[in-house]
């Protein structure tokens, strides 16, 4: 098992093609082509029978060239790594990262392919499938290309988690394309297995990984924003670059979630709307000293008012009695 990622699928967990499984996609292909090549070279000897030898010599190899080169580079560009022969298998060829492959990597291993398939039979491409860890030949290993096989039963599908609404789109005029391979394939197996790791060595291992993005970047790294969250929000835009290059702008792509803020109920008709009022069902706290009346059903205790110490009135004509002695603060009683 092999933890890839396909560049539209974003599917993590397939499995590289061993060899029974694409020299059988490399013979239907091979089928195809000496095919068309067989019903093209008849037609070119005919169209070219009243050139020279050697006109009909350079007419040949163009188009050997065409059909056996050209063609499969053509097709597997074209269809992102999915040839007649790797559809019907249920195979498909990715970058070394699982991203799409694009014509450079098509052109490395048509070229290859050429000495590798065509020139010795296979023999050089069975033996280095065999030698490899993912079984891959040299046009693979050249172009930076793994072929995986699509169609696995039972296989785990473990996506990158999706960044915070607040970063959508805050990385689209970020330049990626310093960034190699090696460490993308590193960013997306640590966001698929982040929680499966140690609190504080996955989060020194987000600020590693994040420190080595924004080193390829160049930019400045984002202020306020963590390490992991970063790292989702990069790869989220990567991941929708590549979709919208493999797809065109009207093909799918990836569109972060959003969140609408919850919205106020309805004024009731006939209120009229003051400015500078709350909005309805806004909560307002009361103002100091107001009085807030229960809730209905609500225990209330009754309102006690608070004691008052009475004062005495003087009389007109009337003597005031002297105080009474006052008690000393001993707790003893004095004498009679």
Request: proline share 14%; glycine share 10%; net charge positive.
């Amino acid at each position: 098992m092999s933890d890839l990622v396909t560049g539209d699928a974003v599917v993590l967990g397939l499995r590289p093609a061993r060899l029974p499984s694409r020299a059988l996609a490399i013979f239907l292909d091979l089928l195809v082509y000496l095919t068309g090549y067989l019903l093209i070279s008849i037609g070119l000897t005919l169209a070219t029978a009243s050139l020279d030898t050697a006109a009909q010599a350079a007419v040949s190899v163009a188009g050997f060239v065409l059909v056996l080169v050209g063609v499969p580079i053509a097709v597997e560009t074209l269809s992102h790594g999915r040839s007649l022969g790797k559809l019907a298998c249920g195979l498909r060829v990715v970058r070394d990262d699982g991203g799409p492959i694009r014509f450079r990597h098509a052109l490395v291993r048509g070229a290859m392919g050429v000495v590798e398939l065509l020139g010795t039979f296979g023999a050089i491409a069975c033996i280095a499938s065999l030698v490899s860890a993912r079984g891959r030949r040299l046009g693979d290993v050249f172009a930076g290309a793994l072929v995986i096989r699509e169609r696995v039963p039972g296989a785990r599908v473990m996506p990158v988690p999706a960044p915070p609404p607040w970063l959508a789109g805050r990385f689209s005029g970020l330049d990626l394309s310093a960034v190699p391979d090696g460490l993308w394939l590193a960013i997306r197996q640590y966001l698929t297995r982040m929680n499966q790791l140690d609190p504080q060595v996955g989060a020194a291992m987000a600020v590693r990984l994040a420190d080595d993005l924004v080193a390829r970047t160049g930019a400045p790294p984002p202020v306020g924003v963590p390490a992991a969250a970063f790292l989702m929000a990069v790869v989220h835009e990567r991941q929708a670059r590549d979709a919208a290059r493999a797809f065109g702008p009207g093909g799918p792509s990836y569109a972060p979630p959003v969140y609408a803020p919850p919205v106020a109920p309805a004024m009731p008709a006939g209120m009229p709307a003051v400015s500078g009022h709350p909005a309805p069902g806004a909560y307002v706290p009361p103002a100091p000293g107001a009085y807030v009346p229960p809730a209905p059903g609500a225990y209330a205790p009754p309102a006690v008012p608070p004691a008052t110490a009475a004062v005495p009135v003087p009389v007109p004509g009337e003597v005031p009695a002297a105080p009474a002695p006052q008690r000393p603060a001993t707790g003893f009683a004095p004498p009679a």
